[in-house]
Protein backbone atom coordinates (compact mmCIF):
# COMPACT_ATOMS: atom_id res chain seq x y z
CA UNK A 1 0.00 0.00 0.00
CA UNK A 2 0.89 3.62 -0.32
CA UNK A 3 2.04 5.81 1.91
CA UNK A 4 -0.05 8.67 3.27
CA UNK A 5 0.88 11.96 3.99
CA UNK A 6 -1.36 15.50 4.52
CA UNK A 7 -2.26 18.22 2.26
CA UNK A 8 -4.15 20.53 4.59
CA UNK A 9 -6.41 18.66 6.67
CA UNK A 10 -6.63 15.87 3.96
CA UNK A 11 -4.46 12.70 3.69
CA UNK A 12 -3.53 11.69 0.12
CA UNK A 13 -1.07 9.63 -1.56
CA UNK A 14 2.80 10.91 -0.90
CA UNK A 15 2.95 10.38 -4.76
CA UNK A 16 0.22 12.94 -5.44
CA UNK A 17 0.97 15.60 -3.09
CA UNK A 18 3.46 17.74 -4.96
CA UNK A 19 1.02 17.60 -7.24
CA UNK A 20 -1.38 19.07 -5.63
CA UNK A 21 0.63 21.80 -4.13
CA UNK A 22 1.81 22.12 -7.37
CA UNK A 23 -1.68 23.14 -8.77
CA UNK A 24 -1.97 25.56 -5.84
CA UNK A 25 0.83 27.62 -6.46
CA UNK A 26 0.34 27.54 -10.51
CA UNK A 27 -3.14 29.02 -9.90
CA UNK A 28 -1.97 31.68 -7.18
CA UNK A 29 1.45 32.72 -8.85
CA UNK A 30 -0.09 35.58 -10.78
CA UNK A 31 -1.26 37.55 -7.54
CA UNK A 32 1.17 35.83 -4.88
CA UNK A 33 2.41 39.23 -3.77
CA UNK A 34 -0.45 40.97 -3.58
CA UNK A 35 -1.77 38.30 -1.36
CA UNK A 36 1.32 38.38 0.34
CA UNK A 37 0.42 41.82 1.35
CA UNK A 38 -2.79 41.55 2.33
CA UNK A 39 -2.78 38.30 4.07
CA UNK A 40 0.32 39.54 6.12
CA UNK A 41 -0.70 43.64 6.40
CA UNK A 42 3.24 44.17 5.41
CA UNK A 43 4.66 41.84 7.79
CA UNK A 44 6.07 39.21 5.45
CA UNK A 45 8.52 42.16 4.54
CA UNK A 46 9.43 42.66 7.79
CA UNK A 47 9.79 38.83 8.83
CA UNK A 48 12.00 38.62 5.47
CA UNK A 49 14.14 41.58 6.43
CA UNK A 50 15.37 39.94 9.47
CA UNK A 51 16.06 36.98 7.77
CA UNK A 52 18.58 38.89 5.64
CA UNK A 53 19.79 40.54 8.44
CA UNK A 54 20.59 37.24 10.82
CA UNK A 55 22.07 35.76 7.79
CA UNK A 56 25.44 36.98 7.46
CA UNK A 57 25.47 37.51 4.18
CA UNK A 58 28.35 39.41 2.75
CA UNK A 59 30.28 40.16 -0.13
CA UNK A 60 31.49 37.14 -1.95
CA UNK A 61 29.16 34.73 -0.26
CA UNK A 62 27.72 31.70 -2.22
CA UNK A 63 23.39 31.86 -1.58
CA UNK A 64 20.88 29.12 -2.62
CA UNK A 65 17.46 30.35 -2.01
CA UNK A 66 15.26 27.13 -1.73
CA UNK A 67 11.19 27.52 -3.21
CA UNK A 68 12.17 30.71 -3.53
CA UNK A 69 8.98 31.83 -5.37
CA UNK A 70 8.81 35.69 -6.13
CA UNK A 71 12.39 36.35 -5.31
CA UNK A 72 12.42 38.85 -2.28
CA UNK A 73 15.23 36.77 -0.71
CA UNK A 74 17.20 36.25 -3.97
CA UNK A 75 16.76 40.21 -4.70
CA UNK A 76 18.17 41.02 -1.26
CA UNK A 77 21.12 38.92 -1.02
CA UNK A 78 22.19 39.59 -4.70
CA UNK A 79 22.92 42.83 -3.62
CA UNK A 80 24.52 42.05 -0.32
CA UNK A 81 26.94 39.28 -1.98
CA UNK A 82 27.81 41.50 -5.01
CA UNK A 83 29.59 41.01 -7.94
CA UNK A 84 32.18 38.59 -6.09
CA UNK A 85 29.09 36.46 -4.85
CA UNK A 86 26.53 34.43 -5.84
CA UNK A 87 22.62 33.79 -5.56
CA UNK A 88 20.88 31.23 -6.96
CA UNK A 89 17.28 31.07 -7.05
CA UNK A 90 15.10 27.60 -7.30
CA UNK A 91 11.64 26.68 -6.88
CA UNK A 92 9.70 23.77 -8.01
CA UNK A 93 7.01 25.01 -9.77
CA UNK A 94 7.51 26.62 -12.93
CA UNK A 95 4.63 29.22 -13.02
CA UNK A 96 6.25 30.66 -9.65
CA UNK A 97 9.45 30.49 -10.93
CA UNK A 98 8.53 32.79 -14.00
CA UNK A 99 7.65 35.06 -11.53
CA UNK A 100 10.75 35.45 -9.43
CA UNK A 101 12.59 35.76 -12.79
CA UNK A 102 10.20 38.40 -14.66
CA UNK A 103 10.64 40.32 -11.19
CA UNK A 104 14.20 40.27 -10.61
CA UNK A 105 15.15 41.05 -14.16
CA UNK A 106 12.63 44.03 -14.03
CA UNK A 107 14.85 45.33 -10.98
CA UNK A 108 18.15 44.86 -12.94
CA UNK A 109 19.30 41.58 -10.95
CA UNK A 110 20.07 38.93 -12.71
CA UNK A 111 20.71 35.06 -11.06
CA UNK A 112 20.65 31.88 -12.02
CA UNK A 113 17.11 30.45 -11.64
CA UNK A 114 16.91 26.58 -11.41
CA UNK A 115 13.66 24.48 -11.17
CA UNK A 116 14.11 21.57 -9.04
CA UNK A 117 12.50 19.48 -6.24
CA UNK A 118 14.29 20.45 -2.81
CA UNK A 119 14.84 16.65 -2.07
CA UNK A 120 16.98 16.14 -4.73
CA UNK A 121 19.01 19.32 -5.34
CA UNK A 122 20.94 19.16 -8.37
CA UNK A 123 24.16 20.96 -7.10
CA UNK A 124 27.43 19.55 -5.71
CA UNK A 125 28.07 18.96 -1.94
CA UNK A 126 29.26 21.62 0.38
CA UNK A 127 28.71 24.26 -2.00
CA UNK A 128 26.94 27.27 -0.64
CA UNK A 129 27.37 29.46 2.53
CA UNK A 130 24.16 30.12 2.84
CA UNK A 131 20.65 28.01 2.04
CA UNK A 132 17.81 29.85 2.61
CA UNK A 133 13.91 28.72 2.83
CA UNK A 134 10.61 31.38 3.08
CA UNK A 135 7.48 29.82 3.59
CA UNK A 136 8.43 26.49 1.35
CA UNK A 137 9.20 23.58 4.35
CA UNK A 138 5.88 23.45 5.28
CA UNK A 139 4.85 22.18 1.15
CA UNK A 140 7.48 19.57 0.77
CA UNK A 141 6.03 15.80 1.04
CA UNK A 142 9.60 14.62 2.75
CA UNK A 143 10.70 17.76 4.94
CA UNK A 144 13.47 15.26 6.85
CA UNK A 145 14.75 14.71 3.15
CA UNK A 146 14.45 18.02 2.10
CA UNK A 147 16.85 19.17 5.14
CA UNK A 148 19.48 16.56 4.40
CA UNK A 149 19.57 17.74 0.92
CA UNK A 150 20.08 21.34 1.85
CA UNK A 151 22.77 19.88 4.80
CA UNK A 152 24.34 18.63 1.85
CA UNK A 153 24.97 20.85 -0.16
CA UNK A 154 25.94 23.82 2.66
CA UNK A 155 29.55 24.24 3.15
CA UNK A 156 31.07 23.13 6.77
CA UNK A 157 30.31 26.28 8.83
CA UNK A 158 27.30 27.21 6.19
CA UNK A 159 23.98 28.06 7.66
CA UNK A 160 20.60 27.18 6.95
CA UNK A 161 17.52 29.66 7.71
CA UNK A 162 14.07 28.77 7.74
CA UNK A 163 11.58 30.80 7.65
CA UNK A 164 8.16 29.67 8.09
CA UNK A 165 4.56 30.21 9.98
CA UNK A 166 4.52 28.37 13.20
CA UNK A 167 2.84 28.34 16.52
CA UNK A 168 1.22 31.44 17.57
CA UNK A 169 0.90 32.47 21.15
CA UNK A 170 -1.57 30.61 22.73
CA UNK A 171 -3.95 33.71 23.92
CA UNK A 172 -4.10 34.92 20.21
CA UNK A 173 -5.09 31.39 19.35
CA UNK A 174 -8.75 32.06 18.70
CA UNK A 175 -8.66 34.95 17.03
CA UNK A 176 -6.01 33.83 14.34
CA UNK A 177 -8.13 31.08 13.99
CA UNK A 178 -10.92 32.58 13.07
CA UNK A 179 -8.99 35.30 10.79
CA UNK A 180 -6.92 32.22 9.31
CA UNK A 181 -10.13 30.08 8.11
CA UNK A 182 -12.47 32.77 7.47
CA UNK A 183 -11.04 36.24 6.43
CA UNK A 184 -8.28 34.34 4.05
CA UNK A 185 -10.53 32.59 1.83
CA UNK A 186 -12.43 35.48 1.71
CA UNK A 187 -9.04 37.09 -0.21
CA UNK A 188 -8.60 34.54 -1.83
CA UNK A 189 -11.84 34.44 -3.23
CA UNK A 190 -11.82 37.93 -3.83
CA UNK A 191 -8.25 38.74 -4.72
CA UNK A 192 -7.03 35.52 -6.19
CA UNK A 193 -9.91 34.45 -7.54
CA UNK A 194 -9.49 30.74 -5.79
CA UNK A 195 -10.73 30.51 -2.29
CA UNK A 196 -9.42 27.03 -1.90
CA UNK A 197 -5.75 27.33 -2.13
CA UNK A 198 -6.09 29.93 0.67
CA UNK A 199 -7.95 27.46 2.63
CA UNK A 200 -5.37 24.79 1.86
CA UNK A 201 -2.69 27.43 3.03
CA UNK A 202 -4.72 27.95 6.37
CA UNK A 203 -4.28 24.15 7.34
CA UNK A 204 -1.13 23.58 6.12
CA UNK A 205 -0.15 25.72 8.71
CA UNK A 206 -1.71 24.41 11.16
CA UNK A 207 -0.07 20.48 9.90
CA UNK A 208 3.57 22.29 10.12
CA UNK A 209 5.69 21.00 12.76
CA UNK A 210 5.86 23.84 15.87
CA UNK A 211 8.98 25.92 16.77
CA UNK A 212 10.41 23.29 18.75
CA UNK A 213 9.59 20.20 16.39
CA UNK A 214 11.30 21.96 13.40
CA UNK A 215 14.44 22.52 15.33
CA UNK A 216 14.09 18.41 16.54
CA UNK A 217 13.54 17.61 12.42
CA UNK A 218 16.81 20.09 11.78
CA UNK A 219 18.71 18.59 14.22
CA UNK A 220 17.49 15.25 13.24
CA UNK A 221 18.79 15.99 9.86
CA UNK A 222 22.06 16.48 10.61
CA UNK A 223 22.61 20.66 11.63
CA UNK A 224 23.83 21.78 14.49
CA UNK A 225 23.27 25.02 17.06
CA UNK A 226 19.77 25.00 15.65
CA UNK A 227 17.60 28.27 17.44
CA UNK A 228 14.77 30.21 16.68
CA UNK A 229 13.38 33.73 16.78
CA UNK A 230 9.89 34.20 17.09
CA UNK A 231 8.14 36.21 15.06
CA UNK A 232 4.64 38.23 15.93
CA UNK A 233 3.73 36.29 18.20
CA UNK A 234 4.80 33.20 16.67
CA UNK A 235 3.08 33.63 13.37
CA UNK A 236 6.23 32.58 12.14
CA UNK A 237 9.50 31.74 13.09
CA UNK A 238 12.80 31.90 11.70
CA UNK A 239 15.41 28.80 12.47
CA UNK A 240 18.66 28.75 11.90
CA UNK A 241 20.80 25.74 11.87
CA UNK A 242 24.45 25.30 11.23
CA UNK A 243 26.58 22.55 9.24
CA UNK A 244 29.92 21.52 11.24
Not at 68 to 87: K, T
Not at 95 to 122: I, K, S, T, W, Y
Not at 219 to 231: K, Y
Amino acid sequence: MPDHTHFGFQQVREDEKAGKVADVFSSVAPRYDVMNDLMSGGLHRAWKAFTIARSGARSGHRVLDVAGGSGDLARAFARRVGAAGEVVLTDINAAMLRVGRDRLMDDGVVVPVVQCDAERLPFRSDRFDIVTIAFGLRNMTHKDAALAEIRRVLRPGGRLLVLEFSKVWKPLGKAYDWYSFNVLPWLGRHVAGDEASYRYLAESIRMHPDQESLRSLMEHAGLVNVQFHNLTAGIAALHIGFKE
